[in-house]
């Protein structure tokens, strides 16, 4: 029987729920939609396994595990510390070393960029948290090159997420390095979210949240029309006139509600959705940047370099390979 991928995140006493409901909605629901799909094996870890642990909200809960599974897991997840101001316990600093010196994955969302930053592996690192606790997470550990603007950062073995709901953009990210982009589109599909999320939380920091009027129905029809023409040539006119609206205005609107530009988002639209193909093996390089749109396999290349942090033959050449295996 193949060994599955066992994925350890941590419970801890006064922990918001929703982070480990997401890492658990993702990693720990069976899924038999996926057919043969090797699903993965969920730990919920704590110091003190069998202890009642405290939840935001007046409930309490209790993991099975402690943290010996979670330094053995293939992928461990911190998705937040009880105060960012305080010392990460030498318990879960110890548990965390042992497992990056295992080859595990290493994983945090939100304030659980503290627990990684006290291990010292985020060092010289890029790395990100939530918003507000970046400059906090900044001056106390200045060797690391915190972001705020991003939703996540993956830097091979170590993978941070900002807020809350980003933690749900990383644990697809993590679906898809490991299954596919088809595999993470059927979970996202289940967890009613897009699979991918373009721009950043700097669209979110301090921003006043204006009343949302009939206008951005159209640059929902605009997106939605999109998504059905990418292999067409696309215009922020075409785009503008499927929303029923001025470029001017549709632009405006369409920038405050994604945090990117419409053609930004266009060409992040054909990058994602070239994925499927160059995993599938069929079709050459230049085929496949026609099939979603590129008017040229070079202008392809370059954006998906920059999107992907790679080339579409390394790409392909990674799930070739995996398929082999």
Same mark, same amino acid.
């Given at each position: 029987?193949?060994?599955?991928?066992?994925?350890?995140?941590?419970?801890?006493?006064?922990?918001?729920?929703?982070?480990?409901? !997401?890492?658990?909605?993702?990693?720990?629901?069976?899924?038999?939609?996926?057919?043969?799909?090797?699903?993965?094996?969920?730990? !919920?870890?704590?110091?003190?396994?069998?202890?009642?642990?405290?939840?935001?909200?007046?409930?309490?809960?209790?993991?099975?595990?402690?943290?010996?599974?979670?330094?053995?897991?293939?992928?461990?997840?911190?998705?937040?510390?009880?105060?960012?101001?305080?010392?990460?316990?030498?318990?879960?600093?110890? +548990?965390?070393?042992?497992?990056?010196?295992?080859?595990?994955?290493?994983?945090? =969302?939100?304030?659980?960029?503290?627990?990684?930053?006290?291990?010292?592996?985020?060092?010289?690192?890029?790395?990100?948290?939530?918003?507000?606790?970046?400059?906090?997470?900044?001056?106390?550990?200045?060797? =690391?090159?915190?972001?705020?603007? !991003?939703?996540?950062?993956?830097?091979?073995?170590?993978?941070?997420?900002?807020?809350?709901? +980003?933690?749900?953009?990383?644990?697809?990210?993590?679906?898809?390095?490991?299954?596919?982009? &088809? !595999?993470?589109?059927?979970?996202?599909?289940?967890?009613?979210?897009?699979?991918?999320?373009?721009?950043?939380?700097?669209?979110?920091?301090?921003?006043?949240?204006?009343?949302?009027?009939?206008?951005?129905?159209?640059?929902?029809?605009?997106?939605?029309?999109?998504?059905?023409?990418?292999?067409?040539?696309?215009?922020?006119?075409?785009?503008?006139?499927?929303?029923?609206?001025?470029?001017?205005?549709? &632009?405006?609107?369409?920038?405050?509600?994604?945090?990117?530009?419409?053609?930004?988002?266009? =060409?992040?639209?054909?990058?994602?959705?070239?994925?499927?193909?160059?995993?599938?093996?069929?079709?050459?390089?230049?085929?496949?940047?026609? +099939?979603?749109?590129?008017?040229?396999?070079?202008?392809?290349?370059?954006?998906?370099?920059?999107?992907?942090?790679?080339?579409?033959? &390394?790409?392909?050449?990674?799930?070739?390979?995996?398929?082999?295996?």
């Amino acid at each position: 029987m193949t060994k599955r991928h066992a994925v350890a995140v941590l419970a801890f006493d006064g922990m918001a729920p929703f982070e480990l409901g !997401v890492v658990v909605e993702v990693f720990g629901l069976s899924r038999p939609e996926l057919g043969d799909v090797p699903w993965y094996e969920l730990r !919920v870890c704590a110091e003190e396994p069998g202890r009642d642990l405290r939840a935001v909200g007046g409930f309490t809960l209790r993991a099975e595990y402690g943290l010996d599974a979670l330094a053995s897991a293939d992928t461990v997840i911190v998705p937040g510390v009880a105060e960012t101001g305080t010392e990460v316990s030498p318990a879960l600093v110890d +548990a965390l070393l042992r497992a990056h010196t295992r080859g595990a994955r290493l994983v945090s =969302i939100c304030s659980g960029a503290f627990a990684l930053a006290a291990t010292g592996l985020l060092e010289g690192r890029r790395a990100t948290t939530h918003w507000r606790y970046a400059r906090a997470l900044a001056e106390r550990h200045p060797g =690391i090159d915190v972001d705020p603007d !991003v939703l996540y950062v993956d830097t091979g073995d170590v993978l941070t997420s900002a807020g809350s709901a +980003a933690g749900i953009d990383l644990c697809l990210y993590l679906v898809r390095a490991d299954h596919g982009a &088809a !595999v993470a589109n059927a979970v996202a599909r289940r967890f009613v979210v897009p699979p991918h999320r373009e721009g950043g939380q700097a669209q979110f920091i301090e921003a006043a949240v204006g009343d949302i009027d009939h206008e951005d129905d159209g640059v929902t029809r605009s997106m939605n029309w999109a998504l059905r023409h990418l292999h067409t040539p696309l215009s922020v006119t075409a785009l503008a006139e499927a929303a029923y609206m001025s470029e001017r205005s549709f &632009a405006r609107h369409f920038t405050r509600r994604n945090g990117v530009s419409p053609m930004r988002w266009v =060409i992040t639209q054909r990058v994602a959705a070239s994925l499927p193909l160059l995993e599938s093996g069929e079709g050459t390089v230049d085929e496949v940047a026609a +099939a979603v749109g590129f008017d040229s396999a070079a202008t392809y290349r370059h954006h998906f370099g920059r999107q992907m942090r790679t080339t579409p033959t &390394a790409y392909r050449r990674t799930f070739t390979h995996a398929a082999a295996c």
